[in-house]
């Protein structure tokens, strides 16, 4: 796999976001509401998408990597939220890469807790995107998607899962918050 993969054409604003883009990631440019075929993100690694000139994280995560974000206490997570809820399958989580601090994107793959860093301010985010560090006192935003093969992906966009509130805490229907939001 070429580690600057494009796999689909899709519309881009060219932002911050792209600009931050590091010259070794996994970068592939997407769509909401269509297919993804993510068999080639090996396990244990991840891809960051640019949808729209926003960044998100595809993390497919090993079973080890899956224990250990389920087997422990959230009761003093700044932001509790169990693991369960944020993924459709443990396999594959997907988060946006806007830091909930200042907006600031995060950089997988870093920081303590090996799940994702942000360089503006030191937050730091674990496996499942939950913050463990701040100044962010927020959870990477949940993206909802769809598995609709094997190894295939459809992500849906926050406008579409906003629509539905009264199922904002899963993944399935995740309201992700305001990509650029502070806290
Ligand atoms: Fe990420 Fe401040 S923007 S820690």
Redesign the pocket.
């Known amino acids: 796999m070429n580690r600057r993969q494009v796999i689909i054409a899709g519309g881009l604003g060219l932002s911050r976001t792209v600009r931050a883009v590091r010259a070794d990631e996994d970068v592939r440019i997407a769509r909401f509401e269509e297919p993804l075929d993510v068999a080639d993100i090996p396990v244990g690694g991840w891809c960051l998408l640019l949808i729209d000139g926003a960044a998100i994280y595809i993390r497919r995560r090993t079973q080890v990597e899956i224990s250990a974000v389920r087997n422990e206490s959230i009761s003093t997570l700044p932001d509790p939220a169990r693991d369960e809820e944020r993924v459709i399958d443990p396999e594959w989580l997907v988060v946006s890469g806007e830091?909930?601090?200042?907006?600031?994107r995060?950089v997988a793959g870093q920081g303590s807790y090996q799940g994702w860093e942000?360089f503006?301010?030191?937050?730091q985010f674990d496996l499942s995107g939950r913050v463990r560090h701040?100044?962010?006192k927020r959870n990477l935003a949940v993206i909802a998607y769809e598995k609709i093969g094997p190894q295939t992906l459809l992500l849906h966009a926050p406008l579409r899962t906003a629509l539905r509130p009264s199922q904002s805490q899963t993944a399935a229907a995740a309201v992700p918050r305001p990509l650029g939001g502070r806290t």
Request: hydrophobic share 25%.
């Open positions: 830091c909930t601090h200042a907006a600031c995060v942000c503006c301010h030191g937050s701040g100044p962010a």
